[in-house]
């Protein structure tokens, strides 16, 4: 399975991104995807993660409310819509995929195959 994250940039504090896991290897409609983030200097946070269908979803406190996670099974994309940016959300992100679990989850160490990140600077 290959993960490629896109759609990072600048942003002002206020605007939105949407972010795209595409996914390639495999049968995409049998693994979750989560989305992570990793500010400089922190340490990988979760931010958001999806079910083999999109029936269920799991979102971090900090970006409930103003990031949407959803999935394209017929395009193996994943995307991460982010409203309403912060300062704080400045952070690379990374699409992780979990062949293993049929229930979504937050732990990073629970994912199989990593993307290579993207950056997303968001300007107050």
């Known amino acids: 399975v290959q993960l490629q994250a896109s759609g990072g940039g600048l942003v002002q504090a206020g605007g939105s991104l949407r972010l795209s896991c595409a996914a390639s290897g495999g049968i995409f409609g049998n693994y979750a995807v989560g989305w992570f983030r990793q500010a400089p200097g922190k340490e990988r946070d979760f931010v958001a993660a999806i079910s083999r269908s999109g029936g269920s979803t799991s979102y971090a406190d900090s970006v409930k409310g103003r990031f949407t996670i959803s999935r394209d099974n017929a395009k193996n994309t994943v995307y991460l819509q982010m409203n309403n940016l912060k300062p704080e959300d400045t952070a690379v992100y990374y699409c992780?995929?979990?062949?293993?679990?049929?229930?979504?989850?937050?732990?990073?160490?629970?994912?199989?195959?990593w993307g290579q990140g993207t950056l997303v600077t968001v300007s107050s």
């Open positions: 992780a995929a979990d062949l293993r679990h049929s229930w979504v989850t937050t732990a990073g160490a629970q994912y199989d195959y």
